[in-house]
Every structure is written in structure tokens, then in C-alpha cells.
């Protein structure tokens, strides 16, 4: 999915000795990029291709691809057969080396390199098996991508520990991991909600069918209640929270395998879980200052899971890593019972004439209009309160609302200060590759 322009700043930032990547892109992209005075020099290329390691050429996601082999790198299918049967040289790893760079989801701006200690990914490896339940043997659906945090650990490290198959499928489409369920009977996946609702809208798969994936999960990004029972009455199994980032390495809280998540009556959100084993997670106020049970602050975690700093990057690490502790930019509170609910992101928050306007708040709202299929909430400039909050909507399919439809509807339903003054209708919201809402972009 990469641009030449992507490229060019990942590879600038990281200088990496060597580069793995599919061969349609290096043909079309990395090429060119290599190739212009970037300033990008890589001393080895491996490339290799999505037909690779697969036999069906399922048009559904192959359609248009080819092996390229391109003559100027090393084929990666050769480089292993090459080698098959050697042993790779042995060196000397500690807990603490640095297992991974894994880029953040840059929601706020440019994404940041997490230096994820081996320590880091054994630690929430053994939570993913510990709190899930999972056991050994058991396929695993890698619906999250690997070259994210989450489907690193919850797919990848996860099926190491577990000496369990990992099904890929190479592009999420509905159709083909609905015949992946059904052919490999995965036992667990964890992935962001749009993919379950894919499989609920744009598959033909039945409750019976899914029954063998008995443990679903979701993280990456807000679940609407409404939508959670939707898809439990669609594919006839729950859909479990887990929260974290990348910075702490995949999960720092989860919905236990055998509870529910409660919904908070005052926010209408869905619970992300508790803090798991080891972990200690505060809610402060904008002092730093502990808060009571209830109140709405910023979540500061601290566990084996939490990174030690950001890649040549002193400023960042320091603004968000100190004492152990990460501040993780997002908005909650922790109830009586010690479930604890994710509300915003911290630079979404709407300030409007003092009062505050949460945009998930907002977009839980829209949502529950038969005609909005997607919406998206941001703060723009208001000569009178400051700030106000502007609505992007995805109408649905044949949908004929107006945007002065959806002011009222909103009006109707919020408190007066808190309902969109703008709705503007798009096609589509701009998404990071893992499915993460990307409002920066709407502000422009």
C-alpha cells in the first residue's frame, strides 16, 4: 500500500541494511525510489511474491498479480531453498535487545519506530495465550496485518509459543476468509472490527460455520455496542475487546475469554477490558494527578509490555516514556468494578466555549442512524465558541439522507453544545493501512 513517497521517508529514517518487500511494489515503487537521488542507498534487497507459498491463485485476491522476480534483487523462495536444512549462525540475544522496530499508527502525525524488546513480545505473548485460553495446536486466522503489533504478536510470536498453523489469506476479503474458516476451522483471531463486520455484510459464512473460531477478538479502534450485538446475532459468537498500542507492545488490557464487556450508561461505550497480569494502568488529570474512580483522564500504563523509547527519537521518548510509565495520549476512565473505557484520543478532543465534546461520542450518535454507514468527528474553527465539532458521514448504499437531516437528528439527540454544526457527506474516511481512523486528515 505503500507510496514513493512512504518509502522514501521510512527508509531516510531507518537506513535499513536490507529490504524484504513484495515484488510488485519494488517493481513499480521501491525501484524508482532506489534509483532517484533520495539519498537512499540499501545494500540488500530480497523480494518476494504473493503467489508465493500458495497454490489456488484465488482471483479474488490475486487478480493481476504475477511473479516479477525482478533480476536485481534476491528471490527470497531461492534464498530458502538455498539454505534448506542449515542452521543460522547463533548470536548472543538478551531480553532487553530489540526484537522489532514497528512503526506507530502515526493517527497524530508521522509514525514513530517502537523499539520492541524480545522481553517486550515473550511478556504479551504468553498473555495472549494465558488470557484467551488457547491452546496448543490450535490454527490461528491471522486477520490483523503482520506488520502490525497486533497481528506480530497475536498471530505470528503467538503461534511459535503455541507450535499452532497460522491461516493467511494474503488480502482481507469477506469471501476468501469466510472459505478459510471453513476449510482450516481456526480456533482464535484477533483483528480490527471492520473485519468481522465484512465477514457479518459481505459473506455468506452462517453462525454454524464460524462456530469452530470460538475466540474472537478486536482491537485498533472503537467498537459501537449496537454494532457488537449485531454481529453476535450474525455470525453467532461474541466479539472480545482488547486495547493496547504498539508502544506496549499489542494488549495492555482485554475482556476476559469467559465475560462481557458492560457498556457505560453516561458514554454509551463499550468497556476495552481490564489491565492485564503485571499491568498497571492510572488515570490522571492534566497535572499528572491521580483521579477518582469514574472520572475522565488520560490512561498512563506500565507493564513488562511497555517499550523503553522510540528509535533515535530522545524528544518523543521523553514526552511519552518516562519512568517506565507511557502516556498513552488516549482519554478514559476506570469504573467501580474496574473495567476500564477508552473515550477519545486526547488531540481529538473538542473544546467548545469551555465545554468539552468527545468525537467518538458523537460518531456513536450518527451511527445509530439507519442511513450512515460511517462517520467521522473533528474540531474545526468557530468565531463565537472557538471550536465546534464538523461531522464527515459515508451514507449508506442508496441512502437519500441530507446533511441538514443529520444537524437535526444529532440536535435531537445531544446535548446543545455537543451536536455537529457541520455534516459533510464523503465517500469514504481516510484509514491507516490497519484500519485506524485517521482524523488528521479531515482537519485538513
Not at 536485481?72 to 532487553?96: E, F, K, M, Q, W
Not at 511459535?160 to 476468509?177: A, D, E, K, N, Q
Not at 457498556?263 to 497535572?287: F, Q
Not at 478514559?332 to 478532543?349: E, L, P
Request: glycine fraction near 10%.
Amino acid at each position: 500500500m505503500s507510496t514513493a513517497d512512504d518509502l522514501t521517508w521510512l527508509l531516510r529514517r531507518y537506513e535499513p541494511a536490507a529490504l524484504l518487500v513484495l515484488d510488485d511494489l519494488y517493481a513499480d515503487v521501491v525501484r524508482s525510489v532506489l534509483a532517484t537521488d533520495s539519498g537512499v542507498s540499501i545494500p540488500v534487497v530480497v523480494t518476494a511474491s504473493g503467489l508465493d507459498g500458495q497454490a489456488r491463485d484465488d482471483p479474488r485476491v490475486f487478480d493481476g498479480v504475477r511473479r516479477r522476480r525482478p533480476a536485481d534483487t534476491i528471490d527470497l523462495a531461492a534464498l530458502v531453498a538455498g539454505h534448506d536444512g542449515s542452521a543460522p549462525r547463533r548470536r548472543p540475544v538478551g531480553p532487553a535487545d530489540v526484537a522489532a522496530l514497528l512503526a506507530t499508527s502515526g493517527t497524530t502525525g508521522f509514525p514513530k519506530g517502537a523499539r520492541i524488546s524480545h522481553a517486550n513480545l515473550t511478556f504479551n505473548t504468553q498473555i495472549y495465550r494465558d488470557w484467551t485460553g488457547l491452546r496448543a495446536g490450535e490454527p490461528i486466522l491471522a486477520l490483523a496485518p503482520i506488520f502490525h503489533v497486533t497481528g506480530l504478536v497475536g498471530a505470528v510470536t503467538l503461534a511459535m509459543l503455541l507450535r499452532s498453523p497460522v491461516v493467511l489469506t494474503h488480502r482481507i476479503h469477506p469471501g476468501v476468509v469466510a472459505d478459510a474458516i471453513r476449510e482450516y476451522r481456526p480456533a482464535f483471531s484477533v483483528a480490527a472490527i471492520t473485519a468481522y463486520i465484512g465477514l457479518a455484510d459481505e459473506s455468506d459464512i452462517t453462525p454454524a460455520e464460524m462456530a469452530p473460531l470460538r475466540l474472537r477478538y478486536s482491537g485498533g479502534a472503537p467498537i459501537d455496542p449496537v454494532v457488537a450485538d449485531r454481529l453476535e446475532e450474525a455470525l453467532g459468537g461474541y466479539v472480545h475487546n482488547i486495547y493496547g498500542q504498539t508502544e506496549t507492545t499489542s494488549p495492555s488490557h482485554i475482556v476476559p475469554a469467559e465475560l462481557r464487556a458492560p457498556v457505560d450508561d453516561e458514554t454509551g461505550v463499550l468497556s476495552v477490558g481490564v489491565p492485564v497480569s503485571n499491568t498497571v494502568v492510572r488515570v490522571v488529570d492534566d497535572h499528572g494527578r491521580d483521579l477518582p474512580v469514574g472520572e475522565i483522564g488520560e490512561l498512563i500504563t506500565s507493564g513488562p509490555q511497555v517499550i523503553g523509547g522510540y528509535w533515535d527519537d530522545p524528544e518523543a521518548t521523553a514526552a511519552a516514556l518516562t519512568g517506565g510509565e507511557l502516556r498513552t495520549g488516549d482519554i478514559g476512565f476506570m469504573d467501580a468494578d474496574g473495567w476500564f473505557y477508552v473515550v477519545d484520543r486526547s488531540k481529538d478532543v473538542i473544546n467548545a466555549a469551555g465545554y468539552k465534546i468527545w468525537p467518538h461520542e458523537v460518531e456513536l450518535v450518527l451511527g445509530r442512524h439507519p442511513d450512515v454507514a460511517e462517520a467521522a468527528v473533528v474540531g474545526i474553527p468557530d468565531d463565537y465558541r472557538g471550536e465546534t465539532a464538523k461531522a464527515y458521514v459515508v451514507p449508506r448504499v442508496g441512502a437519500s439522507v441530507t446533511e441538514a437531516d443529520l444537524v437535526d437528528y444529532c440536535r435531537d439527540r445531544m446535548a446543545a453544545y455537543k451536536y455537529p454544526r457541520e455534516v459533510e457527506l464523503v465517500g469514504s474516511l481516510p484509514r491507516s493501512a490497519t484500519g485506524k481512523l485517521l482524523r488528521r486528515k479531515l482537519r485538513g
